[in-house]
């Protein structure tokens, strides 16, 4: 993969994050390295790698594939920072390359996860058809956010055991709950 390509997946990673991120205009200075990397190719740190993992949650088991052609995009911000995945060209036939660009590493007070698939249709006539889906976009950290509250429950009722299921039940509720109440404008 040469360099330029590397930078164009930097460009389009930002660019989808500044479109649905509006609390961030990309002048602010956190943005500087990926700028940086996007203009001159030049970086202090990994900004843009693939990663080994599926895109989506539902695509984990081994043998799933999308049953149309798509682009995928998703964007968080975080206390651990801003980031930007993509996968092109997804679908049927082939699970490309999910790529990460890790925007900022700056903590964000702006906590904002979002998701979209570009799906192509099969019957195309004289021009591009397709549609935008939203994804339901959760935090990489989702599965041990609530691992550590199921756990905290489990504490708070004295370490009696046989209650696992009840207390990761109300720790999901509660996590999805608060991650609606923030993604709120």
Not at 76 to 94: C, H, K, L, W, Y
Request: proline share 5%; with cysteine.
């Amino acid at each position: 993969m040469s360099e330029k390509y590397v930078r164009a997946i930097a460009k389009v990673g930002f660019h989808f994050f500044l479109k649905y991120f509006p609390n961030f205009s990309g002048t602010e200075p956190e943005f500087d390295d990926i700028k940086r990397f996007i203009y001159l190719g030049e970086a202090d740190r990994e900004l843009v790698r693939p990663v080994d993992e599926p895109f989506l949650r539902d695509l984990q088991q081994r043998g799933a594939r999308l049953n149309k052609w798509c682009h995928l995009f998703s964007a968080e911000s975080t206390d651990r920072g801003i980031e930007a995945r993509i996968q092109f060209f997804a679908g049927p036939e082939v699970q490309p390359l999910v790529w990460s660009i890790v925007i900022s590493t700056k903590p964000s007070e702006h906590v904002q996860y979002t998701g979209y698939a570009f799906v192509y249709f099969d019957d195309v006539y004289e021009e591009y058809q397709g549609q935008r889906t939203e994804l339901i976009a959760v935090p990489i950290s989702l599965e041990q956010d609530i691992r550590v509250r199921a756990y905290s429950l489990y504490v708070q009722r004295g370490r009696r055991n046989g209650f696992a299921l009840d207390d990761w039940l109300e720790a999901e509720a509660e996590i999805l709950e608060m991650l609606r109440q923030r993604a709120e404008p």
